[in-house]
């Protein structure tokens, strides 16, 4: 089972445990705030939670109109700021008490995987700028202990000598103009990364942990002495965003204007939200009746992915915004409640208490929505970069399972492609293809992917390394397009 997997499993099991299908609870905002000490540690500290494949699964029924209802299931989620953190002691040094070290949010690569952000114990300081924190953060990941590192991540940065006197410091020079921080270090015996795997571990590490300061979207990261940082042979030349280094292929657009819209039933009069289960890359909603309990259709819909602004409490690099017709007489009376969770990629769940929702995320990652019948909506966002493109999303199986030759095959994802027709072909170690086929998925040429869950056979004669791959074969001249690649393993 892959550490993605895993991370959706645990995930989901702990807060539908913790939820179940009961009416939300309401959160108050001014008691949501994440910039608190982090009480879902523990989350972490175990880490078979948290993708790039990746998923959230929420439950809730909407209909004209929403009632007051919010996720209940509260914690930290971002990293301590510049006005909360402990300040360390000032007490002369003959009575002076060590001072506690701060809670630090910083993040880990993974092989294949979008990285996944921790609490660690960073220095005593007081942070005094934005320039301070930063350099806390990156000097408290270069420390962190054995503990303190995700199951299934790694931290390259460990491998980097620091230069003065062992205290795990680099030298930082931080400057910070606009939402741009340069980093420059000053290092004894190199960056300590060996190969290209290695090297982009460690650069995506460095720039999801410096772009973690609120307001920073983009890091350069410089040498003492010389034009470009290099990481082994890596050449750091530019400012990076965190979508720069993420691994997938494609960025998603940005506005209602490029989001997805869906039809539904707006005649609904009185239906109430519901929190089932949340698992790390996807959001489930389902509708049902306040007044039998029974489901219910839900309403029409828009979804769009846009900007956040991350120095407000719950706030991520980027929300995805969801918004049902409304029709009902009810009111929110201006309520805003706000759920955090100590977790990647989903950092809070806000609503207005009616019918706008929003999911505050670590960055811009691919997105997808499909309703698997008209009282479920299902909204995904992340998951394996290797399985997923801007038109296919592949679930099962997972990358480096291991399959049997001869055997069914399970395929199970959604698609957004012409007349919905997907294509598949299994290419051995040397290139060439050795089975091909194709199937539909429940929906074609919508603005709401389809899905599809079906079975393939496996050459009995192939053995080995392959690569599954799925793709739509242009109407233009059958070229394959949004192509995802599955590495494999036939047994």
């Given at each position: ?302 979804i769009w992915l846009e900007q956040s602004y991350d120095p407000n409490p719950g706030g991520g690099k980027y929300a995805l915004n969801l918004l ?168």
């Amino acid at each position: 089972m892959t550490d993605e997997r895993r991370d959706d499993e645990i995930l989901g099991r702990a807060l539908s445990r913790a939820i179940e299908t009961i009416d939300l609870n309401e959160t108050p905002f001014e008691r949501s705030r994440i910039a608190t000490a982090p009480v879902r540690r523990s989350i972490f500290g175990v880490w078979q939670i948290a993708t790039a494949a990746a998923a959230i699964a929420l439950a809730l029924a909407i209909g004209s109109w929403l009632t007051r209802s919010t996720v209940g299931q509260p914690g930290a989620s971002a990293s301590p700021s510049a006005t909360s953190a402990p300040v360390a002691s000032t007490a002369p040094a003959a009575s002076a008490v060590p001072a506690p070290s701060v809670p630090t949010w910083v993040f880990f690569p993974r092989d294949g995987l979008p990285p996944v952000g921790a609490f660690v114990s960073g220095y005593p300081s007081s942070l005094t700028s934005r320039e301070s924190s930063i350099d806390t953060r990156i000097s408290a990941l270069r420390r962190a202990g054995v503990g303190e590192v995700p199951t299934g991540a790694t931290n390259p940065l460990a491998s980097v000598a620091p230069i003065q006197g062992g205290s795990g410091r680099f030298g930082l020079s931080v400057r910070i103009q606009g939402d741009l921080a340069t980093v420059e270090f000053d290092l004894s015996s190199g960056w300590g990364a060996r190969g290209s795997a290695q090297s982009l571990a460690l650069l995506q590490q460095l720039v999801y942990t410096i772009t973690e300061e609120p307001g920073i979207r983009r890091a350069l990261i410089t040498e003492t002495g010389k034009p470009n940082a290099v990481i082994d042979q890596l050449v750091v030349d530019k400012p990076l965003a965190r979508e720069d280094v993420y691994g997938y292929s494609f960025r998603p657009a940005l506005g209602k204007d490029s989001g997805i819209s869906g039809g539904g039933d707006d005649s609904q009069s009185h239906v109430a939200a519901q929190l089932q289960e949340v698992a790390a890359t996807y959001v489930r909603l389902a509708g049902r009746s306040t007044a039998t309990g029974a489901k219910a259709n839900l309403p029409s819909f828009s979804i769009w992915l846009e900007q956040s602004y991350d120095p407000n409490p719950g706030g991520g690099k980027y929300a995805l915004n969801l918004l049902f017709q409304w029709n009902g007489g009810g009111t929110s009376g201006g309520a805003s409640n706000t759920a955090t969770y100590g977790s990647t990629p989903l950092r809070a769940i806000t609503t207005n208490g009616t019918n706008v929702y929003r999911f505050e995320l670590d960055d811009a990652r691919p997105w997808r929505a499909y309703m698997p019948d008209p009282t479920q909506l299902v909204v995904e966002f992340g998951g394996d970069p290797r399985a997923t493109s801007d038109r296919i999303a592949v679930s099962v199986p997972k990358a480096g399972d291991a399959v049997s030759a001869g055997q069914q095959l399970q395929l199970t994802g959604s698609a957004r492609v012409f007349e919905a027709n997907v294509s598949w072909r299994l290419v051995d170690s040397t290139g060439k293809s050795v089975a091909t086929g194709h199937f539909n998925a429940s929906l074609g040429s919508s603005a709401v992917w389809g899905t599809f869950d079906t079975r393939i056979a496996l050459p009995s004669n192939v053995r080995g390394n392959v690569t599954l791959e799925l793709f739509e074969a242009s109407a233009k001249d059958g070229s394959p397009q949004g192509v995802v690649q599955i590495p494999l393993t036939v047994r």
